[in-house]
């Protein structure tokens, strides 16, 4: 019984290895509204979950309510206050079900008619390194803020501070750069926004895409001279970027003190991020690892059971003790005597003497 045994104790922690590393195979999906998670009244919005290929069953549920439903996709044909709040969704696969997904604020914006104003202190032109308060302001008793930059994935929020919430950015960069508005709301209807405030633009002065090596005037006459070419290359990477494309830029110049030719070039690539179909296949992988685990498990399970059954049929007899052969005891006193009389022959007949 010592491999059955065993191959059992395998067989379960195979089986509790399996159902972890298949927790651990699904991951969680992605939630996402479009075109915008703010949504003005009387607009439509689509709200998209997002998992990996084949899945069995999809949850969209909003939170602190009794509404779900069974798929992967909600259209909203027209934006009311009831449909916004928190989202989150997730999948089953199986009898496994995923983790949940972030979860999704949906905003109703435009519930409030009269917006907020933005401004920029001390100025909306900004030099690189320096810094900037942006100020949000509201006539009305607004206790929340909200600053959403076109672009970003969501809105930072503030406190109100004598009806208003300073935003401030330090250390400013172009990233920085870009159009920005305002949000008023009550945290008690935290979902439930005032109409945007008039865009603000925030211009962050000195930068530039031109390198500062390249001529800013145009050269005076063009000479090819191939053999004293001079080629710069720059390669810039960008891993987030889903576009990849080259480009070159040749400037041939003829200056006074040198007749030779500056030729540089410049080439932007970009990675794509990796495709969501790898990560499919780690997963089918993954799956098709513990698969054969299983397997591997039975197999030696029924192996242990056939080896017992033949080592069962092989065992020896139990020893038997030969008994002893030990002699006949002696005849009876009444047989001998009887014998001696009939002259040791059977039948009782005499042969030998006739009287």
């Known amino acids: 019984m010592a491999a059955p045994l065993s191959a059992l104790l395998c067989l ?3 089986l509790g290895q399996v159902v972890e590393a298949q927790h651990g195979l699904l ?19 689509t709200i998209h979950c997002q998992g990996p290929p084949d899945v069995d069953l999809y949850r969209l549920e909003k939170l602190r309510s009794n509404h779900y439903q069974d798929e992967p996709v909600l259209f909203i044909p027209s934006m009311e206050e009831r449909f916004a709040g928190c989202y989150r969704c997730t999948y089953q696969n199986g009898s496994l079900w995923s983790p949940p997904s ?5 905003i109703a914006t435009g519930v409030y008619v009269n917006k907020p104003s933005i ?10 390194g320096g810094e900037v308060t942006l100020q949000c302001r509201s006539q009305f008793s607004f206790d929340q803020f909200a600053l959403y930059k076109e672009g970003d994935a969501g809105p930072q929020k503030g406190s ?20 920005y508005r305002c949000y008023s709301f009550s945290s008690k209807l935290p979902y439930l926004w005032s109409a945007p405030s008039d865009p603000l633009e925030l211009v962050v002065t000195g930068t530039s ?3 500062a090596w390249l001529p800013t005037e145009p050269p005076s006459s063009v000479t090819e001279f191939p053999e004293a070419s001079r080629k710069r290359s720059i390669s810039l990477v960008n891993k987030s970027s889903t576009i990849k494309f080259s480009r070159t830029i040749t400037i041939s110049a003829k200056r006074p003190e040198s007749p030779i030719e500056s030729s540089r070039t410049i080439s932007i690539s970009t990675k794509r991020p990796e495709s969501p179909t790898g990560l499919a296949q780690q997963y089918y992988t993954k799956g098709n ?26 065992k020896p007899l139990p ?13 009876p006193q009444t047989q001998r005597q009887h014998s001696r009389q009939d002259g040791g022959r059977p039948g009782g007949h005499n042969h030998g003497h006739h009287n």
């Open 209 to 211: 895409v031109t390198p």
């Open 12 to 14: 379960g922690l195979c």
């Open 119 to 128: 401004s920029a202190q001390p100025s909306s032109a900004v030099s690189p």
């Open 319 to 331: 020893y038997r003790v030969r008994p002893i052969r030990r002699p006949l005891p002696p005849l």
């Open 289 to 314: 690892l513990v698969r054969i685990c299983i397997g591997v498990v039975i197999l030696i399970l029924l192996v242990g059971l056939l080896a017992e059954d033949w080592h069962s049929r092989k």
């Open 102 to 106: 972030d979860q999704l604020e949906l």
């Open 27 to 45: 991951p969680k999906p992605s939630l996402q509204a479009r075109p915008s998670s703010l949504v003005p009244l009387r607009t439509p919005v």
């Open 160 to 179: 109100e501070k004598q009806y208003r919430a300073d935003f401030p950015i330090t250390a400013v960069t172009a990233a920085h750069s870009g159009t």
